[in-house]
T-cell receptor
């Protein structure tokens, strides 16, 4: 099956700093989503981005499907950005709609 | 829209008891997914439905787990009998298309089996 690897596994930032999170996947994808799991455990949709670039406020994401990676940029980080960031994909081959999740990047933003 | 609704939000039960988790998808969404999150295995799909029909149940761990979707606005995930290793957060998600659209997740049910 498809493999999803995220890096770095852990990240500590000072408030106001910028960061880049990476997601590598081993095969073609139909769907790629970025999620933020907040300290209360809720999974919040950030982006649906199987290809191209999107921006939403301080967050932006780029997926280069041909090179099998996606990047999540967080600018001017705030303490509320803390939590775990997940990348998840649906494999391009086959008919399943199953999202395969990476292991996540745990982000801590210090005031 | 209210988003995906799950109940209960927390459940504590004793080993051997039956547990029923409930989910109401976003209105108009034809796909409903059940995921489980554990420390050891991360987030993984258990089963998903299209138009109330189970499509992929390859992630259901064993016969103790069953899921139903009697209508477009309601699904249940049942564990009978429950075991301590079933302790996890169970998420329900829905989408308007199976592979190429955003899956929206509910708040999850945190299950603890003693």
């Amino acid at each position: 099956g498809i493999q999803v690897e995220q890096s770095p596994p852990d990240l500590i930032l000072q408030e106001g700093a910028n960061s880049t999170l990476r997601c590598n996947f081993s095969d073609s994808v139909n769907n790629l989503q970025w999620f933020h799991q907040n300290p209360w455990g809720q999974l919040i949709n950030l982006f649906y981005i199987p290809s191209g670039t999107k921006q939403n406020g301080r967050l932006s994401a780029t997926t280069v499907a041909t090179e099998r990676y996606s990047l999540l940029y967080i600018s001017s980080s705030q303490t509320t950005d803390s939590g775990v960031y997940f990348c998840a994909v649906v494999h391009g081959s086959g008919n399943t709609g199953k999202l395969i999740f990476g292991q996540g990047t745990t982000l801590q933003v210090k005031p | 829209d209210a988003g995906v609704i799950q109940s209960p939000r927390h459940e504590v039960t004793e080993m051997g008891q039956e547990v029923t988790l409930r989910c109401k998808p976003i209105s108009g969404h034809d796909y409903l997914f059940w995921y489980r999150q554990t420390m050891m295995r991360g987030l993984e799909l258990l089963i998903y439905f299209n138009n109330n029909v189970p499509i992929d149940d390859s992630g259901m761990p064993e016969d103790r787990f069953s899921a139903k979707m009697p209508n477009a606005s309601f699904s249940t995930l049942k564990i009978q009998p429950s075991e301590p290793r079933d302790s996890a957060v169970y998420f329900c998600a829905s989408s308007s298309e199976g592979r190429r659209e955003t899956q929206y997740f509910g708040p999850g049910t945190r299950l603890l089996v003693l």
